[in-house]
């Protein structure tokens, strides 16, 4: 596809459940971020990829949350024993290896809704 | 801590007028700035830029100011069309670091028949 692929679009999950959110990339771009957005927030950063290395994963609100790109390009998001504020839209975004490249381009997201 | 805030969470303005989105932001090593739009159940799209060498960039109906000395930047949208009608985010990066974006948390713009 031509843009940001994002699955599940809607995810319900009891409390307690793993989650795995994937994100498909634009093809050819080395960036890839994860956000979340909570009712009413703007997106918070979570965590960056160049490639299949983790830059940044300074976002990550606990441990509970995990995310990898093996083969550098498609990524997941995993959260391990979902908490009811876990509950959340997660946007993934990936960018052109040009330089400035930070005109990142989103996906739809997925909206969690831990239960 | 919040290092980009937008202040309004809405802004309401009369079709065919100037919408005016502010914007400030609290990190001085950010050198690169960016307004997304955001409709119900996309992702946020990518509008506008700058690059902190510059104090505007004019893109057909959008314009960004950016004021370094005060930490301020605006988009202005003139004229304000119902298709406007979004969330839009101001969002910075510090390119020396990476490419990471942080982002306000958005206004809500209301275009008025």
């Known amino acids: 596809g031509a843009g940001v692929s994002q699955s599940p679009r809607y995810k319900v999950a009891k409390r307690g459940q793993d989650v795995a959110l994937r994100c498909d990339p634009i093809?050819?771009?080395?960036?890839l971020f994860w956000y979340q957005q909570a009712l009413g927030q703007g997106p918070e950063f979570l965590t960056y990829?160049?490639?299949?290395?983790?830059?940044?994963k300074s976002g990550l609100p606990s441990d509970r949350f995990f995310a990898e790109r093996p083969e550098g390009s498609v990524s997941t998001l995993k959260i391990q024993r979902t908490q009811q504020e876990d509950s959340a839209v997660y946007l993934c975004?990936?960018?052109?290896?040009?330089?400035?490249?930070?005109?990142?381009?989103f996906g739809q997201g997925t909206r969690l809704t831990v239960v | 801590d919040q290092q980009v805030k937008q202040n309004s969470p809405s802004l309401s303005v009369q079709e065919g007028r100037i919408s005016i989105l502010n914007c400030d932001y609290t990190?001085?090593?950010?050198?690169?700035f960016l307004w997304y739009k955001k409709y119900p159940a996309e992702g946020p799209t990518f509008l506008i830029s700058?690059?902190?060498?510059?104090d505007k960039n004019e893109d057909g109906r959008f314009t960004v100011f950016l004021n370094k000395s005060a930490k301020h930047l605006s988009l202005h949208i003139v004229p304000s069309q119902p298709g406007d009608s979004a969330v839009y985010f101001c969002?910075?990066?510090?390119?020396?670091?990476?490419?990471?974006?942080?982002f306000g948390k958005g206004t809500r713009l209301h275009i008025l028949p």
């Open positions: 975004a990936s960018s052109p290896p040009d330089s400035p490249n930070t005109e990142a381009f």
């Open positions: 093809s050819g771009h080395v960036s």
């Open positions: 990829f160049q490639n299949e290395a983790q830059l940044d």
């Open positions: 990190n001085s090593m950010f050198d690169y």
């Open positions: 700058i690059s902190s060498i510059k």
């Open positions: 969002a910075a990066s510090d390119l020396n670091r990476d490419d990471k974006i942080i």
